[in-house]
């Protein structure tokens, strides 16, 4: 499924309108160029989960956690060398534990990302702040789920 944004803010509206869709466990990985949205994509995740307080990029420190209606980890694996690397940082339990993880460059380490996941690709448009945002849900957890999901995300497009 596919949607476009003129800006930041329909960007993170559009990401808060998946929120209500994911659970404990589920994986959204984000995929695009550098300043193509992905850190603004896990922001309106992050707020459509719940989450009060700034969201920032994890590219330093590797991993955010917060708190909301589900603990969210914000991972982003772009300095990553090595994909034991990831294991190192305990992204299995990550997965595993109680809530959503958001995983920028996911697509890097692709084969360590689990087969029930979103996909989310993010391409900058002609003008400054439009995206193009694509939607792939891929696995058993999200069967059947499309229909449902593009309605929902579509309710607060233009």
Do not use: C
């Amino acid at each position: 499924m596919k949607f476009h944004t003129a800006s930041a803010d329909e960007t993170r509206a559009l990401a808060a309108r998946l929120a209500p869709h994911l659970q404990a466990g589920d994986v959204v990985v984000l995929v695009g160029d550098l300043g193509s949205g992905k850190t603004t994509f896990a922001q309106g995740v992050a707020r459509g989960l719940g989450v009060e307080g700034p969201v920032t990029s994890p590219s330093f420190t590797l991993v955010q956690q917060y708190e909301g209606r589900l603990p969210v980890a914000h991972v982003d694996v772009y300095r990553l060398d090595r994909i034991q690397e990831l294991h190192d940082l305990g992204f299995e339990e990550l997965v595993d534990g109680a809530g959503v993880t958001l995983v920028e460059w996911g697509d890097a380490v692709a084969q360590a990302m689990p087969n029930d996941r979103v996909v989310v690709k993010l391409e900058a448009g002609a003008e400054d702040d439009e995206r193009s945002v694509a939607l792939e849900l891929l696995g058993a957890r999200w069967h059947g789920a499309d229909a449902e999901i593009e309605r929902r995300l579509s309710e607060g497009s233009a």
